[in-house]
C-alpha cells in the first residue's frame, strides 16, 4: 500500500461526521441490530463515524452495577462482533469524555425549561402518574427530565452532521438542533444543528408478539443466543390459527415481519406467495426464520463469545477510542468556552 497523498487527506477530512450512542440497557436483540446497529456500521465507508455507549443515559434507570457493567460490554462486544472496526469507527464509552458533562451545562443554559416539559419520555412518565393519581413527578428524576439536553452535548461536541438513530429518537434530535441554534443565535456560528437519520423501513421491527421488539415487552429475539435458545425464541412467535392450507396476509404476520429483514429478495417473494396462496405453514416458515438467523450470527456469535471472555480487550479497544475523542471534544469546549468567555 502507497502512504496517502495530499488528496486523498483532504477527501477524508471533507467526510461528513456521523455519530451514534446506544444505551447499555439490556442484552442486544435483533430489534436494536436492524434498527441501529447495523445502518449504523453501513455509514462507516461514506463517513466519519463516531458510535458510543451511552452509560450515563443508562444511569436514568439503571440500578444495578453488575447490570450497568454488563450491558456495557455486551453493547461493545456486539458491535465489535458484528464488524465495527476501531481503526475506522471511533468507539468509545461516553462516561470517558468529562467534556460532554461540561457542555451539557452550558447547554442546558440554552434549553427552554418548557422544551424538556414535553420531551415524550418525561411527558409518558408525568402522564402516567397523573392517570394513576399519583403526584405529578413522583418517582422521576431530574436525570430523566435533562436526558435530551446530555444527548444534545454528546451530539454537538462532536460536531456530528447526522445522526443515525430510530424513529423514537426524531424529537430527541429537534431538540439538539433548537438547542445548537438558540447558542449560535447569541454567539454567532459555532455549534452544527445535527440532521437525524431515520430509515423508515426499519423504523419498527416487531417483536415475537407483534409490537414494536423491545426489552421491557419481553418479545425480543436476542442476537447472541446460542443455538437451542435462539430457536425456542423463535418458536414463541405469536401466530393465528390458521392451518398450513389456509392464504395468509404476509403483510399481517408477525414471523414474516422478521423473516423479510433477512431473506434473500427471491426467497421473500417465493415465500409471499406461498402465504397469499396458503401452503405453508407457520411452524415452516419459523424454522427458516431459525436458520435464517443461526446462520447470519453464527461467526459473529463466536466472536462476541471471544470478546465477552476477553474484556480486557473490549477495555483497550474503548480506551484508544476515547482517546481519539477526547481530542475532538476538547478543540470543541475550549471553542465553546472563548465564545461565553469563559476561558
Ligand atoms: N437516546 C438514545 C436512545 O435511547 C441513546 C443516545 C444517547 C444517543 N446519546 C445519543 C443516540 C446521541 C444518538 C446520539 O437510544
Redesign the pocket.
Known amino acids: 500500500m502507497t502512504a496517502p497523498t495530499q488528496e486523498m487527506k483532504q477527501t477524508q477530512k471533507k467526510k461528513k461526521i456521523a455519530?451514534?450512542?446506544?444505551?447499555p440497557t439490556g442484552t442486544p436483540h435483533v430489534g436494536n441490530y436492524l434498527g441501529?446497529i447495523k445502518p449504523a456500521l453501513e455509514l462507516v465507508k461514506d463517513y466519519q463515524t463516531l458510535y458510543f455507549i451511552?452509560d450515563y443515559?443508562g444511569l436514568t434507570t439503571i440500578r444495578d452495577k453488575r447490570e450497568m457493567k454488563q450491558h456495557t460490554y455486551e453493547v461493545a462486544a456486539t458491535f465489535l462482533a458484528l464488524g465495527l472496526n476501531p481503526d475506522e469507527v471511533i468507539f468509545y464509552r461516553?462516561s470517558d469524555i468529562p467534556e460532554v458533562f461540561e457542555l451539557t451545562w452550558v447547554l442546558s443554559c440554552f434549553t427552554g425549561k418548557g422544551w424538556l416539559n414535553r420531551a415524550h419520555a418525561y411527558k409518558g412518565a408525568v402522564d402516567a402518574n397523573t392517570a394513576a393519581g399519583h403526584d405529578t413527578d413522583d418517582g422521576i428524576n431530574a436525570g430523566l427530565f435533562n436526558?435530551p439536553v446530555?444527548?444534545a452535548a454528546?451530539?454537538i461536541l462532536f460536531n456530528a452532521d447526522v445522526?443515525p438513530?430510530?424513529q423514537?429518537?426524531r424529537q430527541?434530535l429537534e431538540m439538539t438542533r433548537d438547542i445548537a441554534n438558540a447558542f449560535n443565535y447569541v454567539y454567532g456560528d459555532t455549534l452544527v444543528p445535527p440532521e437525524a437519520l431515520i430509515r423508515e423501513e426499519v423504523a419498527i421491527i416487531t417483536g415475537l408478539d407483534g409490537r414494536k421488539m423491545s426489552k421491557s415487552y419481553g418479545n425480543t429475539i436476542e442476537l447472541f443466543a446460542a443455538s437451542k435458545q435462539l430457536r425456542k425464541q423463535v418458536m414463541r412467535i405469536v401466530t393465528d390459527s390458521r392451518t398450513p392450507e389456509e392464504p395468509k396476509n404476509p403483510d399481517e404476520n408477525n414471523i414474516f415481519n422478521i423473516y423479510k429483514h433477512f431473506a434473500t429478495p427471491a426467497m421473500i417473494a417465493e415465500n409471499r406467495k406461498k402465504y397469499t396462496e396458503g401452503g405453508v405453514g407457520y411452524g415452516d416458515l419459523k424454522q427458516e426464520l431459525f436458520e435464517l438467523l443461526d446462520e447470519t450470527f453464527t461467526e459473529p456469535r463466536e466472536r462476541y463469545n471471544e470478546l465477552m471472555a476477553n474484556r480486557k480487550e473490549i477495555d483497550a479497544i474503548l480506551n484508544q477510542g476515547a482517546e481519539k475523542a477526547h481530542r475532538i471534544a476538547r478543540k470543541t469546549l475550549s471553542k465553546v468556552r472563548r465564545r461565553i468567555g469563559i476561558d
Open positions: 455519530l451514534s450512542g446506544i444505551k441501529m451511552a443515559h461516553q436526558y446530555l444527548m454528546d451530539i445522526v438513530v430510530g423514537d429518537q430527541h
